[in-house]
C-alpha cells in the first residue's frame, strides 16, 4: 500500500506499507452480490483496521472514526461510496466466512511479528461468565495460540466443549506458520497426531504429561529413576535453575533434560 503524498512509512504508515495488510487478505470471499457492492471489502477492511487501533472496539465507534476520518482513509483508497452506517458494517461483516477470516489474520500477523523461531504457547479457557444457567447456553471453551515474546495473541479457534480442544489444536496448527518455533501445550495436546504435526511442520514441542496417555507416564517416571541412578551415563543431560521471589517468599526451581536417541 502507498500513500499518494508519498511520505516516507512511520509508525502506522510504516506498518500499512511495509506488511501490506490487504495482501494477505486478498484471498477472502465476499459473498455479496458485485454489482450491487457500494462498499468494497478492501476498503472495509482497512477502515476496521484504523478504527480498532484508533481505539474503536464497536461497529458504532468504527462507523463514527470512517466518518471523521474519510480524508485519511482516502490516501490509501478511494473511497468513492464513503463508509457504511454501524448497522451496514455489522452485515458485511456478518456474510464474512469466519475460518477464512482467521487465517488470513492469523497470516498476517504472522509476517508482522516474525513468528517463527518465538516461543508459541497453545492452550484452552473456558470464557467466564460464558454460560447462562437460565437459557441453557453451553459454556464458551476457546483454544488460543500466543506468542509469548511478543505477548500477542495470534489464532483463536472456538470449540463446542473443552473436549474438542484436541480438533482445535491441530485446526491452530494449520494456520500458522510454526516452522523453526518452539510449541508448548498442556496434557490436552499431549497427543501423537499433534505432536508429528507438529514436527512434520518443522518446529519443536513442549508437552504436559499426565496420566492421560496409558502408561507413558509410568514409563518416563521409571526411565527417569533408572537414568539418575546409573549416573545419566546413556543419555546427554542438562540442568537448568532459576530463583524468583515474590510475595515473602523465595522460589527456586529446577529443570533436568534429559535428551536420548530414541525413546
Given amino acids: 500500500m502507498e500513500r499518494d503524498d508519498g511520505a516516507g512509512g512511520e509508525g502506522i504508515w510504516g506498518v500499512l506499507r511495509s506488511d501490506c495488510f490487504l495482501y494477505y487478505f486478498k484471498d477472502l ?17 482497512l477502515l ?20 471523521k476520518k474519510l480524508d485519511l482513509l482516502r490516501r490509501f483508497r478511494p473511497f468513492r461510496g ?26 498476517w500477523v504472522a509476517a508482522l511479528t516474525k513468528t517463527p523461531s518465538e516461543v508459541i504457547a ?16 453451553a459454556p464458551i471453551h476457546m483454544v488460543s495460540a500466543f506468542a509469548a515474546r511478543q505477548r500477542l495473541v495470534l489464532g483463536q479457534v472456538k470449540v463446542n466443549e473443552k473436549s474438542n480442544e ?17 510449541i508448548t501445550l498442556d496434557a490436552m ?18 508437552i504436559a504429561l499426565k496420566g492421560n496417555q496409558g502408561t507413558l507416564l509410568e514409563d ?23 530463583t524468583d521471589g515474590d510475595h515473602g517468599r523465595i522460589e527456586r526451581l529446577w529443570c533436568t533434560d534429559i535428551g536420548v536417541a530414541a525413546f
Fill in 29 to 45: 470471499p465476499d459473498r455479496r452480490q458485485r454489482g450491487k457492492v457500494v462498499y468494497p471489502l478492501e476498503e472495509i477492511l
Fill in 48 to 67: 476496521r483496521l484504523l478504527a480498532v487501533l484508533a481505539g474503536a472496539d464497536s461497529f458504532i465507534d468504527i462507523a463514527r472514526f470512517g466518518e
Fill in 82 to 107: 464513503g463508509t457504511p452506517s454501524h448497522d451496514h458494517l455489522g452485515d458485511i461483516f456478518g456474510t464474512l466466512d469466519a475460518g477464512a477470516f482467521r487465517r488470513c489474520f492469523v497470516a
Fill in 122 to 137: 497453545i492452550d484452552g479457557k473456558t470464557l467466564r461468565r460464558s454460560y447462562q444457567k437460565k437459557d441453557s447456553k
Fill in 166 to 182: 484436541i480438533v482445535a489444536i491441530s485446526a491452530l496448527l494449520e494456520m500458522m506458520a510454526i516452522e523453526g518455533a518452539v
Fill in 189 to 206: 495436546g499431549c497427543q501423537r497426531g499433534i505432536a508429528k504435526k507438529i514436527m512434520d511442520r518443522k518446529a519443536d514441542y513442549i
Fill in 220 to 242: 518416563v517416571q521409571v526411565f527417569a529413576i533408572e537414568q539418575k541412578t546409573r549416573g545419566f551415563k546413556d543419555t546427554k543431560v542438562s540442568l537448568h535453575e532459576t
